[in-house]
């Protein structure tokens, strides 16, 4: 029999961020002396800044008696599924096609990942390449490459998605390949883009190990598709690869896929998404109209979630906040030569002097040129403004860049301010890259941003171009319940690129729930 007692307490970050003084803490709120309790289990940490000085809200279990071994959840094991008598095809090795292949092998199915990237050590030279020499390889950058966009990212693992899945049992496989044992605590948890790469390799030698495959630098160029069936799919090299089913998980910007698909006569529709820029303030600023205190102290780096309803022409568009990146840098994301995405990321220790976040405006179906561009209306309008952007910018991978308060004022910055963007920023109007509508919405946005935060909309913080790659502009339709292709047998979509997801643990959770459907079918 075991003996707890729950407890909620708040407590000065200084207390709550010092292992031995939280201990204490705990212990004296529970009622109890050091050595009265066996064991102090921590459940949930999050800030509470809505009073003149921020605490930090503390949730644990303090044990009277020895806790359950498997206190921490259990721990996960991958049997030999090198001669299992079912295979599934992987395409995509984010956290989607990962967390879909160790499902898979779960299940006693054999799982062989295609990557048209590379492994996570050998992509790094392509990343220094494009920070440095401007050189985009169109396989191997921030958006392609083991792991996924989410690789050389933030890491944040907060979602929403609560119904479609179970998001403890995704952080509990992450803790078990080497990511911090805080994201089971934290209310928004992150790993950190400098730990990300360690653990997505920890994944992929999971899989390896277990029997699986996972190939890198293999480009999926067409689909063996045999009367509304898809037995699988033909590589760069003319390598055609069979499973009893595929899943596609290629990620938000595989366009090729999508034009593929296309070509191929499967049914995919235009989604609606979010386009923008990337603001970029000093992280004093931000932590000082958070925390309401110059020096934050152990508090993390403060961030912050806005929204604001925006009106253009009678159309209502929400404005928003999208993967801030405290402490953070802006990175190059463009896919292809003659164009410019930015995207944020941040270290585990988010200590760099700047805060960094897309603002991004709604675009529906409206927006788009549907009549001209059908299903690829949404990526027609991204290319366009991302090579308008580039094109303005030098033909580089130089960001066109306007500061904030000149922005608000539409007028052109003489000089641009120090940021953490690494190939650097060219001064323009960000209007000619964005077009009056969407120009205007952000206008509004930032505007109503700096009534909710002091000092927010001002000309000590800068935007930068262009934020476009928030989610996909496609979908890529299936059975709400088999989670199969409405008209292709053994096609599942999968992910954010399938418009089923929008993070790395959502993501995650869609490579499960996948491989679960593929292998009910694949039985009955």
Not at 166 to 190: C, K, M, S, Y
Not at 192 to 204: C, F, S
Not at 359 to 376: K, N, T
Not at 458 to 478: D, F, H, L
Request: hydrophobic fraction near 40%.
């Amino acid at each position: 029999m075991f003996d707890k007692k729950e407890i909620e307490v708040l407590l000065p970050p200084e207390v709550a961020y010092d292992e031995f003084a939280r201990y204490r803490a705990l212990l004296h709120a529970a009622g109890f002396q050091p050595g009265q309790a066996d064991f102090v289990h921590l459940k949930r940490r999050s800030i509470d800044a809505r009073g003149r000085q921020p605490l930090v809200r503390l949730r644990a279990d303090v044990w009277l008696t020895p806790p359950p071994r498997d206190i921490f959840g259990p721990w996960f094991h991958y049997p030999d599924v090198s001669q299992a008598r079912r295979s599934v095809l992987i395409v995509g090795a984010g956290p989607a096609g990962l967390f879909a292949a160790l499902r898979a092998i779960e299940l006693g199915i054999k799982p062989i990942v295609v990557e048209r990237g590379k492994d996570v050590r050998t992509r790094r030279r392509d990343l220094a390449a494009l920070n440095k020499e401007h050189i985009v390889h169109p396989d191997s950058n921030y958006c392609f490459g083991e792991g996924g966009a989410g690789t050389y990212s933030d890491g944040k693992l907060y979602t929403r998605s609560t119904k479609r899945g179970d998001i403890q049992r995704i952080l509990r496989i992450l803790v078990q390949h080497g990511a911090t044992p805080e994201i089971l605590v934290d209310a928004h948890p992150h790993i950190g883009t400098n730990k990300l790469p360690l653990v997505v390799a920890a994944l992929r030698d999971s899989v390896r190990q277990a029997g699986g495959e996972v190939r890198f630098d293999t480009r999926v160029t067409d689909l063996l598709l045999e009367q509304q069936h898809l037995r699988g799919v033909v590589t760069a090299s003319g390598e055609a690869i069979e499973a009893d089913g595929v899943i596609l998980a290629t990620g938000h910007s595989a366009r090729d896929i999508y034009e593929l698909l296309h070509r191929r006569g499967v049914l995919i529709e235009a989604k609606p998404f979010a386009l923008g820029v990337r603001v970029e303030h000093p992280q004093a600023l931000i932590d000082q109209a958070q925390y309401r205190r110059a020096d934050r102290g152990q508090l993390p780096a403060a961030s912050y979630s806005l929204v604001h309803q925006t009106q253009w022409k009678g159309k209502q568009r929400g404005v928003f906040s999208f993967c801030m990146c405290p402490g953070g840098f802006i990175v190059p994301a463009a896919t292809a030569p003659g164009e410019v995405v930015v995207n944020g990321m941040s270290p585990s220790r988010r200590d760099s002097r700047f805060a960094n976040s897309g603002i991004v405006a709604a675009i529906e179906l409206e927006d788009m040129d549907l009549a001209q561009h059908g299903p690829l209306a949404g990526l027609r309008l991204q290319q366009e403004i991302e090579q308008r952007a580039c094109a303005i910018a030098g033909n580089t991978q130089l960001a066109p860049a306007q500061r904030l308060g000149d922005f608000l004022k539409n007028k052109i910055s003489p000089e641009l301010l120090e940021t953490s963007y690494q190939p650097g920023l060219v001064p323009v109007r960000m209007d000619d890259v964005l077009g009056a509508g969407l120009a205007e919405r952000l206008r509004q946005g930032f505007r109503d941003f700096g009534k909710k935060i002091p000092g927010y909309a001002t000309n000590a913080a800068q935007i930068v171009g262009v934020e476009s790659r928030t989610s996909a502009p496609v979908r890529i339709p299936r059975d709400r319940d088999t989670l199969q292709h409405p008209k292709i047998k053994g096609l599942f979509p999968c992910g954010e690129g399938a418009g089923y997801a929008g993070g790395i643990v959502s993501a995650a959770m869609d490579g499960e729930r996948c491989a679960e459907a593929m292998a009910t079918l694949a039985i009955s």
